[in-house]
């Protein structure tokens, strides 16, 4: 017999509803503690990103002390029980040959002076490089590499970049170029436990960085993409590259 609407209205009224998947207790629990943790980590970041500004006010003055990366070496060598035999010079900007920072320019930030910390072009070339299927290009400049020394470390953690450029504008904003460059020049590592041009200049040439030449010049900035794997006598090709876009600018 079919029913009539009242009593489908009736038997409709009197079902129960749907069961609804109710949140497991563990997974209710870990919830809230996950939230707590995730706040604690951003106010974190907060704090560190705002001593980080106030660094950035000090090192138009004075010079840093001791970096995010030469930190990290001296841990390493902490860890290995291996002596910390860390060398470091600062010399100041007026005192570094025209054609040592030239060189490093060159190799490592050819627009350096014309970009407010972003190469926008090469980040388009990098990314263009990913959608080819190639190994992406380096992009970063070289403000942003100055943040990852003074404030990072060596670990390609995508925070770590991100916090890397964040800091970028503030630093163009309150150091100026020829700051930046001077800090990154004395505050890079050149070689295991080299830090800093003139430290390098002595430790591959046996010269201070006033009696470098043009061409040695071009072989320290050679060693920056991998200071620790690299040496004057292995990057001959990358030299003359390199002197090669310094003759092209004129320089």
Excluded at 59 to 81: K, N, S
Excluded at 137 to 147: E, F, K, N, P, V
Excluded at 231 to 249: C, G, K
């Amino acid at each position: 017999m079919t029913a009539t609407p009242a009593e489908v209205s009736h038997e409709s009224a009197g079902a129960e509803p749907p069961a609804v998947p109710s949140m497991s207790p563990r997974r209710s629990r870990f919830r809230p503690v996950a939230l707590r943790l995730g706040k604690a980590a951003l106010v974190v970041l907060a704090v560190y990103y705002a001593l980080c500004v106030v660094l950035l006010v000090a090192y138009r003055f004075v010079a840093p002390p001791i970096t995010g990366v030469q930190l990290e070496r001296r841990v390493e060598a902490w860890i290995a029980r291996r002596p910390d035999d860390q060398e470091k010079t600062y010399v100041t900007y007026s005192r570094i040959p025209t054609h040592v920072a030239r060189a490093v320019v060159a190799a490592e930030d050819g627009r350096f002076w014309r970009h407010w910390g972003f190469d926008f072009e090469e980040m388009r070339a990098a990314s263009a490089d990913v959608l080819d299927g190639e190994l992406p290009r380096g992009a970063s400049t070289i403000t942003q590499q100055l943040m990852k020394n003074l404030f990072g470390t060596t670990s390609r953690n995508p925070v770590r970049k991100l916090f890397d450029m964040a800091l970028t504008p503030v630093a163009e904003l309150v150091l100026g170029k020829e700051r930046i460059l001077e800090l990154y020049l004395n505050n890079v590592e050149w070689a295991p436990g080299v830090f800093g041009i003139e430290a390098a200049a002595r430790h591959h040439y046996g010269t201070g960085v006033r009696g470098l030449s043009r061409s040695q010049a071009a072989g320290l900035a050679a060693l920056l993409p991998n200071p620790r794997g690299r040496t004057p006598a292995t990057t001959s090709n990358y030299r003359a590259e390199i002197l090669r876009r310094m003759a092209r600018r004129g320089w």
